[in-house]
């Protein structure tokens, strides 16, 4: 009974899942936050602390978190993880010198005790620059092939003009519904 009355508070849109969008400094998270509120490619300037908005797909809610990926703020990122349901990993794709960075900041999220029943989606962002990395190069660098203890997902977008981010919805919230 209480798993029938959790799914159809899922369904009707009661509960609000938590996602957490961490990346370098950079990547276009904040940029991906806006988008994905407004449709549109907003000003930003870095992030010191956190962003936080509701965004509501077909009825789910989700309560997303934008945290600052300066140096010096990714300490604190693991002070956001309780809760969160789905972790979002920007990858500015032009980046290539930082990608073993990523790799390690994502495997130390992987290993964290917050985040075992979280699913991992990667954006490999800045799809619109020329000689950026595709997914499938970042997937390979990031050795995404390898994970085995959280459901993962990567997506190619531009945030800029919002390509592949309704997909990136898309598979969030059926994420979500599926838990
Ligand atoms: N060409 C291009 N530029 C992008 C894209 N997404 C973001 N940018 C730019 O990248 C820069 C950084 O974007 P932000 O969204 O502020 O990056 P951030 O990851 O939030 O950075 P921090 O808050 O410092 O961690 C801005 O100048 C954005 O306009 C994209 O898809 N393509
Ligand atoms: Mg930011």
Redesign the pocket.
């Known amino acids: 009974m209480g798993f029938l009355l959790s799914k159809m508070m899922a369904v009707f849109g009661d509960k609000e899942h938590k996602v957490v969008i961490i ?10 936050l806006y988008q994905f509120l407004t449709k549109e ?1 907003v ?5 010191i602390g956190s962003n936080v908005e509701e965004i509501i797909v077909r009825n789910t809610h989700f309560l997303i978190w ?1 945290i ?3 140096e010096n ?1 990714r300490a604190s990122w693991n002070s956001y993880y309780c809760n969160t349901e789905i972790v979002i990993l ?1 990858v500015d794709s032009t980046d290539r010198e930082r990608l073993t960075l990523n790799k390690e900041e994502l495997h130390q999220l992987l290993a964290h005790e917050n985040l075992q029943s979280a699913a991992v989606l990667v954006l490999a ?5 020329k000689g950026s990395m595709t997914a499938a190069e970042i997937s390979h660098c990031l050795t995404l092939n390898s994970i085995k203890s959280h459901p993962w997902h990567i997506q190619a ?4 003009t919002g390509e592949g981010l309704p997909a990136t919805l898309d598979w969030m919230r059926s994420k979500v519904l599926a838990n």
Request: proline fraction near 3%.
């Open positions: 990346g370098l400094d950079n990547a276009g998270k904040t940029t991906i490619a000003h930003t300037s870095p992030t934008d600052g990926g300066q703020l920007v962002n800045k799809q619109d620059v977008c531009c945030a800029l």
